[in-house]
């Protein structure tokens, strides 16, 4: 079993950074990827990024450029790094690990962007 911890969400102005992290434990040491979802009120749950055990990085067209994910293997910590905040990327965002084609969830964190 793996249990995901998000944290770092909350409300930041538009054109803002905020940092999220997720903290992975319990039997964690054959994860292959780990990615940040997000899903926006109304809207389906959409991958935003994602990063493989040998650091391979890919990312969404909507946040190319602006948002940054890195892993620290260490901490067991996956953080999102996000620059240049706008309204549209307003959504709860999750902490996503496959392992042995098993799919684990965070409960989420909420970031709201404000005009």
């Known amino acids: 079993q793996v249990q995901l911890v998000e944290s770092g969400g909350g409300l930041v102005q538009a054109g803002g950074s905020l940092r999220l992290s997720c903290q992975a434990s319990?039997?964690?040491?054959?994860?292959?990827?780990m990615a940040w979802y997000r899903q926006a009120p109304g809207k389906e749950r959409e991958l935003v990024a994602v990063i493989t055990s040998g650091t391979s990085t890919n990312y969404a067209d909507s946040v190319k450029g602006r948002f940054t994910i890195s892993r620290d293997n260490a901490k067991n910590t996956v953080y999102l790094q996000m620059n240049s905040l706008k309204r549209e990327d307003t959504a709860v965002y999750y902490c996503?690990?496959?392992?042995?084609?098993?799919?684990?969830w965070g409960e989420g964190t909420r970031v709201t962007v404000a005009s």
């Open positions: 996503h690990a496959e392992q042995w084609g098993s799919n684990y």
């Open positions: 319990g039997t964690i040491f054959a994860i292959k990827s």
